[in-house]
């Protein structure tokens, strides 16, 4: 894919970085809601992306019209506000002297030719950008419910101001099934017996294909990790963690950490210290 460069515009991650962000208004949510959705298509060669949101989008997208199209076509259409958008951008940013690269699915309004100042409608981020595609790909459709009840609940609550965990949900991790891959724990924190000396309720350890399925199923019971970090690849990268429901793409909990010796690239003891409280 052409490269395009952005600032990073999810909350969570944008509190922490500064990023000034160019929020939906509830005027840009109303001209959402009547405009045709345009997936721009990756262009990598040995990219599985599209095939994969295409099958996710004729599953999950029902709030608007939508249509695959190419990046000239995006550079067409752009500046339309009678289009919404989901492409793949890049993001960099300065960590301590450590240059981390994020990959976004950007979720934004039309009527600009810079991405940057389009009405952002709820975008994410997939994963540092040389990480493989096998560590987001299974979790695409929860991105999906993520972004369109988002948008929604937006719509309802024209006052409301944009926050990645809702204060107002009556959601409780606690009353859930978290799910987690093994390898996303601390390799001294990795067993439910360890868990649970901090988090006395329910935990699973899985495996994408399972977490996939709840997503696919829409599981009102599980709540599943997103997490974005180096996987090795930079020192001194940030590990960011969202807690994610399954059946709707509500984010319960969100931290971020600075990756070291006593701090993996992993949910951390703290955050289940958190979550438990």
Same mark, same amino acid.
Request: glycine share 6%; with cysteine.
């Given at each position: 894919?052409?490269?395009?460069?952005?600032?990073?515009?999810?909350?969570?991650?944008?509190?922490?970085?500064?990023?000034?962000?160019?929020?939906?208004?509830?005027?840009?949510?109303?001209?959402?809601?009547?405009?045709?959705?345009?997936?721009?298509?990756?262009?990598?060669?040995?990219?599985?992306?599209?095939?994969?949101?295409?099958?996710?989008?004729?599953?999950?997208?029902?709030?608007?019209?939508?249509?695959?199209?190419?990046?000239?076509?995006?550079?067409?259409? /752009? %500046?339309?506000?009678? *289009?919404?958008?989901? #492409?793949?951008?890049? $993001? @960099?940013?300065?960590?301590?002297?450590?240059?981390?690269?994020?990959?976004?699915?950007?979720?934004?309004?039309?009527?600009?030719?810079?991405?940057?100042?389009?009405?952002?409608?709820?975008?994410?981020?997939?994963?540092?950008?040389?990480?493989?595609?096998?560590?987001?790909?299974?979790?695409?459709?929860?991105?999906?419910?993520?972004?369109?009840?988002?948008?929604?609940?937006?719509?309802?609550?024209?006052?409301?101001?944009?926050?990645?965990?809702?204060?107002?949900?009556?959601?409780?991790?606690?009353?859930?099934?978290?799910?987690?891959?093994?390898?996303?724990?601390?390799?001294?924190?990795?067993?439910?017996?360890?868990? /649970? %000396?901090?988090?006395? *309720?329910?935990?699973? #350890?899985?495996?994408? $294909? @399972?977490?996939?399925?709840?997503?696919?199923?829409?599981?009102?019971?599980?709540?599943?990790?997103?997490?974005?970090?180096?996987?090795?690849?930079?020192?001194?990268?940030?590990?960011?963690?969202?807690?994610?429901?399954?059946?709707?793409?509500?984010?319960?909990?969100?931290?971020?950490?600075?990756?070291?010796?006593?701090?993996?690239?992993?949910?951390?003891?703290?955050?289940?210290?958190?979550?438990?409280?």
């Amino acid at each position: 894919m052409k490269k395009i460069f952005l600032t990073l515009v999810l909350n969570a991650i944008a509190v922490s970085l500064n990023a000034q962000i160019n929020f939906a208004s509830s005027t840009d949510i109303k001209v959402f809601l009547k405009s045709k959705t345009c997936v721009v298509e990756d262009q990598g060669p040995f990219s599985t992306f599209n095939e994969t949101l295409k099958t996710y989008m004729a599953k999950f997208w029902t709030i608007t019209p939508y249509e695959f199209i190419g990046m000239d076509e995006f550079d067409i259409r /752009k %500046t339309k506000n009678t *289009y919404s958008f989901l #492409l793949l951008s890049d $993001a @960099e940013q300065d960590e301590d002297g450590v240059t981390c690269t994020y990959n976004f699915l950007n979720f934004v309004l039309g009527g600009s030719s810079n991405l940057n100042n389009m009405p952002d409608l709820g975008s994410v981020p997939l994963s540092y950008i040389d990480v493989a595609e096998d560590t987001y790909l299974y979790k695409l459709g929860g991105m999906l419910l993520f972004m369109q009840n988002h948008v929604k609940y937006a719509s309802e609550h024209p006052s409301w101001k944009p926050v990645l965990v809702n204060k107002e949900s009556n959601t409780d991790i606690k009353t859930k099934e978290l799910w987690l891959l093994k390898e996303e724990l601390p390799s001294n924190f990795n067993t439910i017996e360890k868990i /649970k %000396t901090v988090y006395p *309720y329910t935990v699973k #350890l899985v495996t994408k $294909a @399972e977490i996939k399925t709840a997503i696919d199923e829409k599981n009102a019971n599980v709540v599943y990790l997103h997490k974005v970090g180096p996987e090795g690849a930079v020192e001194g990268g940030k590990c960011w963690k969202f807690l994610v429901t399954a059946n709707d793409g509500e984010v319960l909990y969100y931290d971020g950490h600075k990756v070291d010796s006593t701090h993996p690239d992993a949910l951390l003891e703290k955050d289940f210290k958190a979550i438990g409280k």
